[in-house]
């Protein structure tokens, strides 16, 4: 061990350990590695000028608006067969004391609660594929009779196709979270107050 740290010391703090230049032997270079935001750009700058960036932008537009279009349908939604109505109950139960800012308990845990005691359901929701030409005319024939009192809602179809063509605002139930939650399997379908419940309708057309 003390021969160890004999030959360490005299390593360290010897003259003769000290670093030397041995000057420059053969043709050196500059090592410069090129920025990435540099390069990033130059790329970009080839593409604009090729028109590959112009040709890529028009594609990422194009599939988005026609995503936007026509969105992927609802699942397990078919075309009605039969007339079909039930009553649907809108009421629900806090399962936690709600409270306003103050702290105040205004709906106890377990209360079950009715949206329809406070507002009302001012529109009628219409259900419809929009890529069946003859639920689209119900629809239509529906919302003037209703005087523009209903909503129409999509469940398959290239919606603002239809919107530029019937110059009414249309709406797309995504992902099927009204069906699913109104319980609605076919459509055309509607959703309308009843005092209290709201009745549903499934429409053999």
């Known amino acids: 061990m003390k021969k160890t740290l004999l030959v360490l010391s005299f390593l360290l703090f010897s003259k003769s350990a000290t670093a030397t230049d041995l000057g420059i032997h053969g043709v050196t270079y500059q090592i410069k590695e090129k920025n990435l935001l540099e390069e990033i750009q130059e790329k970009l700058q080839e593409a604009k000028k090729d028109g590959r960036l112009d040709k890529f932008q028009n594609s990422v537009k194009n599939q988005m608006l026609d995503q936007a279009n026509n969105p992927r349908p609802v699942a397990g939604i078919v075309k009605a067969s039969s007339n079909r109505d039930w009553l649907f109950d809108p009421s629900v139960t806090w399962p936690d004391d709600l409270k306003d800012q103050n702290g105040r ?85 509607s959703v309308e107050q009843e005092g209290k419940m709201l009745r549903v309708k499934e429409v053999a057309i």
């Open 105 to 189: 308990v205004f709906y106890r845990a377990g209360t079950k609660v009715n949206p329809l005691d406070k507002i009302s359901l001012s529109k009628v929701l219409l259900f419809i594929d929009g890529s069946d030409e003859s639920q689209v005319k119900w629809a239509l024939a529906d919302f003037r009779k209703r005087k523009g009192k209903a909503k129409i809602i999509l469940v398959k179809g290239r919606i603002i196709d239809l919107m530029r063509k019937s110059k009414i605002r249309l709406y797309f139930d995504q992902e099927g979270f009204l069906t699913k939650k109104f319980s609605i399997h076919a459509v055309p379908a």
